[in-house]
């Protein structure tokens, strides 16, 4: 009883602040004023309707507030005065009238940008249900991945985009690879963002490995066995790669741990900030002219 009643009257007080808040904001800021002058303004005099009047309402609430157009003037004042202008689109840029052949070729980064935000969304979901851990039988790691399958709800749908969206963004950062090698945009002054996008292919591949063993079943095994052989066959460094990767020269438990340590914190960080880094250079150089 006490705690309604506390709650009503801090609801009450809020109210009131309110209230007093837009009465005030009523006498500084004319909205009234504002809104008949772009009412007058409009072709032939038959005014704004509901929706174009409450934009007006929610952005003079929010200029008020938070300078939205002093701080837009000042962006767009560094803006011009970087000398800088937005890359147009390939078609737009070289104006090609064979956009079937040339487009669709030059929209495979933005492809893999756009499944790498479906997979760190997914996988996020994913990971609130996902128990790493090797040891037992069933282990922890294939317990969770059970019950995301059979009994959370919409975990099946989750974890079919997630795993068929890697697949995806494999094949187009590939292609996407493709594209910028026979196309020669790999060169002067684009090194630089060859060797970023060389690395970002191999972190997806790494990517799409260390997810693939976090179910730790049989499949997930047997391509632990294959990965952790491959690290111990380095030369020279051989044992400190497995170590690294599967924490151990020998394959056990610990491998799903330090796999998922890999795939949710290293690798995501290390991903990132070359994607940042990356589409930067681009925004900077625009897009290569095909050699």
């Not at 009643?5 to 909205?31: D, M, S």
């Not at 063993?213 to 499949?219: G, I, Q």
């Not at 020279?236 to 998922?260: D, E």
């Amino acid at each position: 009883m006490i705690e309604s009643v506390v709650l009503w009257l801090f609801l009450a007080i809020i109210l009131v602040i309110v209230a007093f808040t837009l009465r005030k904001e009523r006498e500084e800021v004319p909205r009234k004023e504002i809104l008949r002058a772009v009412q007058t303004t409009t072709a032939g005099g038959g005014g704004i309707g509901l929706l174009e009047k409450s934009f007006l309402w929610a952005f003079s609430w929010m200029d008020t507030r938070f300078r939205i157009q002093d701080y837009w003037a000042m962006s767009r004042d560094a803006y011009y005065s970087m000398h800088r202008q937005m890359p147009l689109t390939h078609a737009e840029k070289y104006k090609l009238r064979i956009i079937w052949y040339w487009y669709p070729l030059y929209c495979l980064g933005g492809i893999s940008f756009l499944a790498f935000i479906i997979l760190v969304i997914t996988g996020t979901i994913l990971g609130i249900y996902y128990v790493p851990g090797g040891m037992g039988d069933p282990t922890p790691a294939y317990a969770s991945m059970e019950f995301i399958m059979t009994q959370l709800p919409f975990g099946y749908i989750i974890r079919s985009i997630h795993h068929w969206t890697t697949h995806f963004m494999v094949a187009a950062v590939f292609l996407h690879m493709c594209r910028v090698y026979f196309t020669g945009a790999y060169r002067n002054p684009r090194e630089l963002n060859w060797l970023i996008g060389v690395a970002l292919m191999f972190f997806t591949i790494f990517f799409g490995y260390s997810g693939y063993l976090l179910p730790w079943d049989a499949l997930a095994f047997g391509a632990a066995t294959i990965g952790i052989n491959m690290a111990n066959a380095t030369p020279l460094i051989g044992p400190w790669v497995a170590t690294a990767m599967f924490g151990g020269s020998t394959l056990t438990y610990q491998a799903v741990t330090r796999m998922y340590f890999i795939h949710v914190f290293i690798l995501p960080v290390l991903v990132t900030t070359l994607i940042i880094v990356h589409l930067f250079i681009v925004w900077v150089q625009g897009v290569a002219e095909p050699h």
